[in-house]
């Protein structure tokens, strides 16, 4: 199952991917939401994961409505700390309140994803 993440934050980039490369899972990454597009325009991912405030033009809810545009079941995971904007309900998503441990992370993309079984 290939994910991709993201996230602005390098540190914490590192770490989600490391950790969840560890659970078995292919894992793409972004550092912003133009990065973020440009995987979604290919249709890569199995499970978009997105930090929701992002430095650009683009946040993670509109990663999430864009990348649905080619991908209208992409299951997508939310995370933030703190969002100036009040979440959207979209069949197939999950907010994750940051700070989160891996394990949270990992548990969040099972349920998204019907509790398929790890890749490997």
């Not at 993670?60 to 992409?74: F, Q, S, T, V, Y």
């Not at 703190?82 to 979209?90: G, I, L, M, Y």
């Given at each position: 199952m290939r994910i991709l993440i993201v996230e602005d934050d390098p540190l914490i980039r590192e770490f989600v991917v490391e950790a969840l490369r560890e659970e078995g899972f292919e894992v793409l990454h972004a550092a912003d939401g133009e990065q973020a597009l440009n995987w979604c325009g290919r249709k890569v991912?199995?499970?978009?994961?997105t930090d929701v405030k992002l430095p650009g033009k683009v946040d993670g809810w509109e990663i999430a409505e864009r990348c649905r545009e080619h991908d209208p079941e992409l299951p997508?995971?939310?995370?933030?700390?703190f969002s100036p904007v009040t979440p959207r309900p979209v069949p197939g998503s999950l907010l994750l309140?940051?700070?989160?441990?891996?394990?949270?992370?990992?548990?969040?993309?099972?349920?998204?994803?019907?509790?398929?079984p790890k890749p490997y």
């Amino acid at each position: 199952m290939r994910i991709l993440i993201v996230e602005d934050d390098p540190l914490i980039r590192e770490f989600v991917v490391e950790a969840l490369r560890e659970e078995g899972f292919e894992v793409l990454h972004a550092a912003d939401g133009e990065q973020a597009l440009n995987w979604c325009g290919r249709k890569v991912a199995d499970v978009l994961v997105t930090d929701v405030k992002l430095p650009g033009k683009v946040d993670g809810w509109e990663i999430a409505e864009r990348c649905r545009e080619h991908d209208p079941e992409l299951p997508v995971i939310y995370a933030t700390g703190f969002s100036p904007v009040t979440p959207r309900p979209v069949p197939g998503s999950l907010l994750l309140q940051k700070p989160y441990h891996p394990a949270q992370i990992v548990e969040a993309i099972r349920k998204v994803t019907g509790g398929r079984p790890k890749p490997y």
